[in-house]
């Protein structure tokens, strides 16, 4: 952790005060708004959350945050001190009416620029909706697919000037601060500058389409909080577009940074057109799915000249991130022939099919330098996929999915060279003791491009429970430099994620990426778990709630057994039950401790004898009380 | 892992064969028997699953294992090949009526031993079964305790001759292999003999008090499988006894090593004989609980005196191991002052009251030596109990910690001078970064003692889903060499666990546990990830659902999206989702590279030039098929 440079105490918890002028903001999501210290705030919520916003130096940049208002500490001597809020940090965005979409925030900072131009855009096709969508067509199905209210607004696409390079990482490079990375540096409580050169050198991206105008941007990298993703998608036997912005909208809420699209089912390309101007976060997807879609789902058939169509339809739409399996080189594939799960992605095992049906390099590796020229044009940051990674314990660590992590270092010297922003896939099912050497060669390998891992998944024995299995490891690579973590849910291997699944998956993360931020010494992690287990010892139930990951649910649990008010706002409560019993002791002895100065041994011992004399004199009736 | 002996691929799995002559056995929970090889089994049950017993060198030794029946793989050219059945370590113990409780399979061997007499016994008081059932008592309720069956059976108490040690550490020292020892051997596939030099040395121990006569013995130390401990156990307000009984039952169905009653409600010496008499697994408990009861819940009153007749009672009854928190020095409660947290264990709390109140010496540390007496005389084990762990992450490995540790290794040292088994308590709240500290000091100081952990929790922000936030700590600590974990459920700090939150907190440490088998390199670990992951990869889905922790769940889960039968049992599937379809392309590499014996790179290049060929001149049809 040598590297990180801390600027202030933040994030995830709390930024402290950003720097620059501030304005008042007319917060939509929350009809009360004050104004304190330049900071614009709502009115609390239930759990005592409120959203507040830190502008930056111009009034375009208002980052949100969560503010948790605490209550005061009561104190021995029955005087009571103010606990300080705790912000956190925010990844829902604002209310909106999903037929509208977002606000278009980002728009004037792009167009600002001045190196984009409003295009016309690819026409939208049949085929982009999928085979079922195109069946239907052929069937003479008149159902019509929905369209978002929004697509009558005639949205203009963007793209670069002829020439020009409007990623993050070539503004970084020229030593530009863009909004964005402002933005990022409030949200994450560090310098703008800081941003600036972790992008620079490609330790971080930061994922924001040109096209993804309603983004609030964040930063993936090392150096930064851990980030956490969560699929979600249709399949050909499931969901229809307003249940995946459902599922969206239930990410978010949950704390997915950002949100991958992997649908394959009818509507595809609509369904993506949904979400993107729905979400405030980073969509990604994996092209080839749909490019797969659009040969009728054989993999023989794909071209790089389809593969290319879907690429720039998808970079029009605001696809932030592109999944790219480009390291699945045809001399890797037998490599998995003695595996167990041989291959498990279903992106490398289309690009093995290929490869092997026609016997030629992989084509996303051979055209690599014009994807290149496509990411930039709009900004897409790569996701270089690992499509040898391995999917049991057996095959961990083996020679096809380091052979692939070599080749994905090649590619990210490659897409440097573009100044097109990097992160790196990894694994999948790898037992604990083989978790460094991912971590470890992934960083030396691929030159510290953030990594972004599936899991891992610690154990192959508990379908049902993967969120669990791959929570621990996902917690293990975090601590030990993993930029995002790609969660899994309870359904993996079983069947497609529901709601709950959506949530269960998305705590087990955040409580991954938390635990992975207190192991790399973040401050602001930390001061989260300090103010809640300070609620707790002082018997401050409903802070301890409000600070929790899931304020309801551990209210629900605490009201099984005690439901009653007083159980929740006495400061001693005889009804705690034992567990709490033990923390009314310790109070004694830290006010004691507290008062007369007990620093040494010496003294503890002097103040002991004295407290012993007290406790005699009293009938030591608080323990009569405190334990029953 | 240097140390690791490993004589057999074993357990959780697979123990192997066991030598020595096998007698027939009358299984009384499963009707129909075959004999195989000289082992017992059981015809199948749900899930394919059997009980099976392995028996040792003399008849009485009957070891249970739970096999697996698997289908046969599906050769590409048509052809099966059967896979062998997987054993998996079996903690539930035989089918019984718990009002009789179980039969008491290792009375003879104790006996036999000679160095045993019975005795009346003490007398059981009313005080015994609590403050509650006294107040009754006093208010002149008639409602009687109820009153298990088996007691009337008269049970005679055993104890040590004057002058004998009967402690499986004392027969180890002395060179003797116990049938406790043999049955364990056989239940983690080693040879007796490392058992008997692992207990001689202390780095293992195998609780068994001498009048827990229905033992199914089993071993805790860093060189076996990493065992799981489940708290039940009822409080003033909550429970009955066969509530308490159904708990213990439940916990060993999902797998629990050990269970400790924490009963600290009514009827508690009563609860306490029920749970044991029905108990298949070692029976742990913190004396203090009991004792504190019989003082009105004062821990000022509490007397040497109370606590040795309290010791006695347990001992007698069968208790298998004691938490004992003499490490809570009178100069380590001050150190605690300036904590977040202060004291969270609460026989560390009831210890430092009682310092506070009398400015003495723990009498629990001051009377070691005659606790020891007593420990020895029935083979009860010690649990050093961790009174000042921390109880949030600001606190972790903190000085009042680690003065208590080193206190802990060295009353270790004292133990051992009597051949008394000893296990170490630990932490707590941990963030991962400083977990390691605490398993390599823990060895260190307590001369590789066994290390029994409580999680740790490594964040403190998820009140709700704390099972999560420990498993993860639980499964790095235990892959550090920590013996066992003691779970924790989702309403750990906010209530009392029901069945479910059991189910819940025991899944996730057996997830735990295993993972951390598999990191310290178990090869019997790994043999039911390798099958499961083998039958995943083949479609063989029942196979899948039936190697997994909880069949049940994998299986509905499953059926929530694919309910029909051939769903599981085709076994190139179209229906079975993208997920899926990517193995059948590895299945075709697969194939390929053994009918070719492709080996090196170039025989590979060759191979996928013909594969290649073959593909075009086959329209690719099957990934037509697969993919869709």
Partial sequence: MAERVQIAPTVRTCPGNADGGRKMFN??????????????????????????????????????????????????????????????YFTEGP????????????????????????????????????RKRQRLNLLGDKQETEVPKFLSKQRSVLRAKSGANVSQMYYARKGEITNEMEYVAIREGVTPEFVRSELAIGRAILPSNINHTELEPMIIGTNFLVKVNSNIGNSAVTSSIKEEVEKLKWSTHWGADTVMDLSTGPDIHTTREWIIRNSPVPIGTVPIYQALEKVDGNPAELTWEIMKDTLIEQAEQGVDYFTIHAGVLLRYVPLTAKRVTGIVSRGGSIL????????????????????????????????????????SIADANDDAQFGELDTLGELTQVAWKHDVQVMIEGPGHVPLHLINENIERQKRVCFEAPFYTLGPLTTDIAPGYDHITSAIGAAVIGGGGTAMLCYVTPKEHLGLPNKNDVKDGLIAYR??????????????????????????????????????????TARSYHDETLPATPAKTAHFCSMCGPKFCSMR?????????????VEDSEAVSLGLEEKAKEFVAGGSQIYLESIK
């Fill in 585 to 597: 002791i310790t109070q004694d002895v830290r006010n004691y401790a507290l008062e007369h100065g």
């Fill in 95 to 130: 209310e909106c009416d999903p037929e509208v979409g977002l606000d278009e925030l980002r728009r004037e900072w792009i167009i600002a620029r001045g190196d984009v131009e409003e295009i016309e855009g690819r026409k939208s096709q049949i085929r982009d909706d999928g």
């Fill in 352 to 391: 093995a099919a290929w490869c092997l049906a026609h016997h030629k390099e992989n084509f996303l590796y051979t055209n690599f330098e014009e994807i290149c020229e496509i990411m930039k044009a709009y900004d897409v940051s790569f996701s270089l996929g690992d499509g040898l990674r391995p999917g």
């Fill in 511 to 552: 409580i991954a990426a938390h635990a992975a931020d207190l192991a790399k010494g973040h401050q602001g992690a930390k001061q989260r778990d300090d103010a809640l287990s300070k609620a707790r010892f002082e018997f401050r139930w409903e802070d301890q709630f409000n600070l929790s990951l899931d304020p309801d």
């Fill in 27 to 88: 917060d939509n999501s929350s009809k009360t708004t004050v104004r304190d210290n330049g900071v614009i705030k709502g009115a609390p919520r239930p759990n005592n959350r409120r959203r507040i916003y830190v502008t930056g130096s111009n009034e375009t940049i208002k980052v949100p945050f969560e503010e948790v208002l605490l209550s005061s500490t009561m104190e021995a001597n029955g005087s009571t001190t103010p606990n300080d809020p705790v912000r956190l």
